[in-house]
């Protein structure tokens, strides 16, 4: 996906929001409905707060809660009022949702978009309504880029070019084919896409590396099992499992386990959020890699959300600083995990 605009970090945004919230918390620190999921009261100016109407992908994956806990409790620090609306996977459904928060009139319209094609229009309604949009998370792939104001979230093409590097590295030494099987993530969602192009454009450094199988697990656990049981049984030699996010990979390993293989030894697994869980089976030598993805863009949110309703100019992306793991990194970095 083209990169434009300005990137800040998130350490960097951080400080700004920091002092932007103790001057809204203090003028707002009268309301005792401070940002909860606005079912009630006006929209707009009503009571004084920012309306923010966010539509999120569903609750499909432990990163996933971890970014709606982010976003809610940001909103309710800011002393916002959040519309919050859980599409359940849906594409139609996210499109009533934001058509529900046009009709309310709210300040700011956020959303995660579950797959890249088919907002023109309901965007096209946002920006009649002179409603700015924030896109969280996932992208969009709109030629018109005038349809929202910003993007927060991470570069997946390089989450998959970060996981193939360390597996083009991890396997320098090998002298025959190394079959690779691939969970990709909810077909036609922007990190299911960009994570297969990151990581096939690096693997092509070692003509040992063979993407031998690949199909979507819908970021879940339920369909990383799934698919990995049919890989198992499809090809005899299976040496790496590549999912797109920590979730399928949880689930491949009971597949894994149970066709009577030792993940981590005799099938390394590399994946990609590096939340909680997954870190636990990277500490414990079930996982080999993890290519981190923050869920935690609530704080960044917010404080773009005050400044696009301010009509003050933002960066047209704003990118999370993310790192990646191996087994004895996670270990380190267990005790400290936030999600
Ligand atoms: C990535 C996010 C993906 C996560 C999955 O930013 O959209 O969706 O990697 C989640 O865990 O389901």
């Known amino acids: 996906m083209a990169k434009t605009g300005i990137t800040l970090t998130r350490r960097g945004l951080g ?49 996933r809660t971890a970014n709606t806990n982010s976003i809610k409790e940001s909103a309710a620090e800011a002393g916002y009022e959040l519309k919050f ?30 797959v890249e094609s088919g907002w023109d229009t309901v965007l096209k309604e946002a920006k009649d309504a002179k ?24 570069d997946f093409v390089k989450e998959g ?35 297969k192009k990151g990581f096939a454009e690096a693997i092509a450094a070692n003509p040992n590396l063979k993407v031998v199988a690949s199909q979507s ?10 698919v990995m049981e049919q890989f198992l049984k499809a090809n005899p030699k299976i040496d790496v499992l590549f999912a797109h996010n920590d979730d399928m990979g949880l689930g491949a390993l009971e597949a894994i386990t149970a066709a009577g293989k030792t993940p981590g030894k005799d099938i390394t697994i590399i994946t990609i959020d590096a939340v909680k869980d997954g870190m636990q089976a990277l500490a414990d030598g079930k996982f080999n890699f993890i290519a981190e993805c923050s869920p935690l863009l609530g704080p960044q949110l917010m ?18 600083e993310e790192t990646t793991f191996t087994q004895e990194q996670a270990k380190a970095a267990l005790p400290n995990r936030k999600y």
């Not at 859980?86 to 956020?110: L, P």
């Not at 590295?169 to 960009?194: C, F, M, R, W, Y």
């Not at 309703?309 to 933002?314: H, L, Q, R």
């Open 217 to 226: 697990g819908d970021f879940t656990r339920a369909g990383g099992k799934q």
């Open 15 to 63: 400080a700004m929001l920091a002092v932007g919230l103790l001057a809204g918390g203090l003028a707002g620190c009268g309301n005792s409905d401070t940002g909860g999921d606005g079912d009630s009261g006006s929209s707009g100016g009503g009571n004084g707060k920012l309306v923010i109407g966010f539509s999120q992908v569903g609750a499909e994956s432990g990163w």
């Open 131 to 154: 409603i700015p949009v924030i896109l969280t998370d996932r992208a969009v792939d709109s030629a018109d880029k005038s349809l929202y104001k910003t993007f927060i979230g991470s």
């Open 303 to 320: 404080d773009l959300a005050k400044k696009v309703k301010a009509g003050e100019e933002v960066p047209a992306r704003v990118e999370t």
């Open 161 to 195: 070019r970060l996981a193939g590097e360390w597996l083009v590295k991890e396997k320098s030494a090998a002298t025959g084919p190394v079959n690779i099987v691939e969970l990709q993530g909810t077909t036609g969602s922007a990190p299911a896409n960009d994570r």
């Open 85 to 114: 609306d859980d599409a359940q996977g849906k594409q139609e459904n996210q499109i009533k949702a934001i058509r529900n928060f046009i009709q309310q009139k709210v300040d700011v319209i956020a959303f995660s978009p579950v």
